[in-house]
């Protein structure tokens, strides 16, 4: 599979802006990767970079082969992109934004974009100013999907959307997987990236803290549970199960961590009454802090 | 209008140049009315004369020697001296600090450059975009005058009108093209008007100031002004080592802005 992004020792600091400091990655064809990190970890620097509007202090970025400083134009013939802080013509109504940006790329079907604004429940007659911020989002997926571009670098894509309509965006992804594209996607949401990733980037503080599978994410994820039962049960019954961890009981109440499968929690748990399972997902905070411990490994 | 970054840019600016065009026009109607009076009126002008011998300040808005008798020294007493820049420099400076800083401001310079458009291409539809809207004006400028020449019948040549408004509109070019190299270096608009504004002011004293001072003449052809309005247009035409002043300097100032825009970071 060719190699359509490839990050090499990006080093840069800008602003007030939180810096990256020597990234290596990179992302093959017709994958959707997860730029995962907390906000201000770095993730829109590097996509800025990638994109040619900020300049590396050091290292090289290749998309497609081609060195993103000496033909950076050209490679957006074959890119879309959605700004993590998107801003658009206020004064033009949805679909004279549209059209401005089809003729500034060329290369678009129109059918396309009234399907996609059909499927996103889009107004594209009303000024852009009196669109909600999920609206304007919406208009911001559909300029970046538009031309069918070869990869898509999405920044936050989901920010302001409402459930339903995040829906239809993971729809599209997988769509445009399908049809063998390749997606870099930022997000700051662990369940998002988990549900439509193929692979992952951990970003923390400007590094990179781990590229990993999701299925190895998966496996290094806990999660946080509370199973309150009928009447106590006792602790030795759940303290020997494989990736319990931090195993506390009160009365009827036992609360853990479980690394991995869920499986043999459940089955012994079942031998008694249970009233209630609350599950936490655990923080984004909380998965660095288990990479960086080495824990659940 | 959406076809491209330069109708684009006109689109946006129309509502702005069609209120300057009536305010330009009005002022041009306006004083070529007042002037077949004016030059009846001897008491007036035995006035001014006194008023321009005691008050040499005077000079500094109506230009260098009094000619208030001939309808040429008239208009440029009236319009040409000060009205006419200071009308089409607010224009030319708003329109060119508008044009990477405004866009950079308000975050939408990266939606033009997530397409495939290198940057130098949208400075240089920016730029066309303010040109074309500054030889607008000029136009506007022009038509007035023949109506003002044809209602109020004034006699001026229109060869020569047309020269001192070439020459206006070119130097408000230039200082439109000084506001969108300073956007493009640093995209933030407050600085880049206040930049461009003082060299402006700084260049109609240097100027005017020649006219008080015999000392300080050596340096009216650091003056932009002096380009501009030294040889006299409107009696005497253009001078085209003048006019290559200006066009050297439009070149140089693009090419600095088109070297920086593309090596620097976009703000976000």
């Known amino acids: ?297 | 209008m959406l076809k491209n970054i330069f109708l684009k840019t006109l689109k946006d600016k129309r509502n702005s140049l069609i209120w300057w065009s009536v305010g330009i026009s009005l002022t041009i109607i306006f004083y070529m009315y007042f002037y077949p009076q004016f030059a009846k009126s001897q008491i007036l002008l035995f006035q001014l004369t006194k008023m321009y011998q005691e008050i040499p300040f005077v000079k500094m808005f109506i230009g260098e020697t009094l000619d208030f008798t001939s309808p040429e020294g008239f208009i440029n007493a009236e319009f040409f001296s000060f009205m006419g820049p200071l009308l089409f420099l607010v224009f030319a400076l708003s329109f060119g600090s508008d044009s990477i800083a405004g866009e950079e401001e308000r975050k939408t310079l990266e939606l033009l450059l997530a397409n495939p458009i290198q940057r130098w291409k949208i400075l240089l539809e920016k730029f066309s975009a303010m040109s074309f809207s500054i030889f607008i004006l000029g136009g506007i400028s022009f038509i007035s005058f023949i109506l003002g020449i044809l209602i109020f019948e004034v006699d001026v040549s229109l060869l020569r009108l047309l020269e001192a408004l070439l020459s206006l509109c070119l130097f408000s070019i230039l200082f439109g093209t000084l506001a969108l190299t300073v956007g493009s270096l640093k995209g933030r608009k407050g600085l880049n008007i206040g930049f461009s504004s003082t060299i402006a002011i700084i260049s109609y004293l240097l100027n005017s100031l020649s006219f008080l001072a015999d000392f300080m003449k050596p340096y009216r052809k650091f003056s932009f002004f002096y380009y501009y309005i030294g040889n006299d247009p409107i009696k005497n035409g253009l001078n085209p080592a003048h006019i290559l002043v200006f066009l050297v300097s439009i070149g140089i100032l693009l090419a600095l802005s088109i070297i920086v825009f593309e090596k620097r970071d976009i703000a976000v």
């Open chain 1, 1 to 297: 599979m060719e190699t359509v992004i490839l990050i090499e020792n990006l080093t840069k600091f800008y602003g007030k802006y939180q810096g990256v400091i020597d990234l290596n990655f990179e992302v093959k064809e017709g994958e959707i990767f997860g730029y995962l990190g907390p906000n201000g970890a770095g993730k829109t620097t590097t996509i800025r970079s990638i994109l040619g509007f900020i300049k590396p202090k050091k290292g090289k970025i290749f998309i497609f082969g081609k060195d993103i400083e000496k033909e950076g134009y050209k490679i957006k013939k074959k890119t879309g992109y959605i700004p993590g802080d998107l801003a658009l013509y206020e004064n033009l109504t949805g679909m004279e934004f549209l059209k401005y940006m089809a003729n500034l790329r060329g290369n678009v079907n129109w059918n396309y974009v009234k399907e996609l604004s059909e499927r996103f429940n889009i107004n594209l007659n009303q000024p852009i100013r009196s669109l909600s911020h999920g609206n304007k989002q919406k208009i911001g997926i559909i300029q970046a999907f538009m031309h069918k571009p070869d990869l898509l670098i999405l920044d936050e894509p989901t920010l302001g959307l409402d459930p339903l309509m995040q829906y239809e965006f993971y729809h599209l992804i997988s769509e445009v997987k399908r049809e063998g594209k390749t997606v870099f996607l930022s997000s700051h949401i662990l369940p998002e990236v988990e549900r439509i990733c193929d692979r992952v980037g951990i970003i923390r503080e400007g590094k990179l803290v781990t590229v990993e599978s999701i299925d190895t994410l998966k496996s290094h994820a806990f999660r946080e549970l509370e199973v309150h039962f009928a009447k106590p049960v006792p602790k030795e019954a759940f303290s020997e199960l494989p990736g319990i961890k931090d195993l506390k009981v009160e009365d009827s109440i036992i609360r853990f961590k479980v690394v991995g499968s869920l499986d043999a929690v459940i089955k012994t748990a079942a031998h008694y009454e249970i009233v209630n399972i609350i599950s936490h997902e655990p923080s984004l905070e909380e998965i660095f802090m288990s990479f960086y411990s080495g824990e659940g490994k």
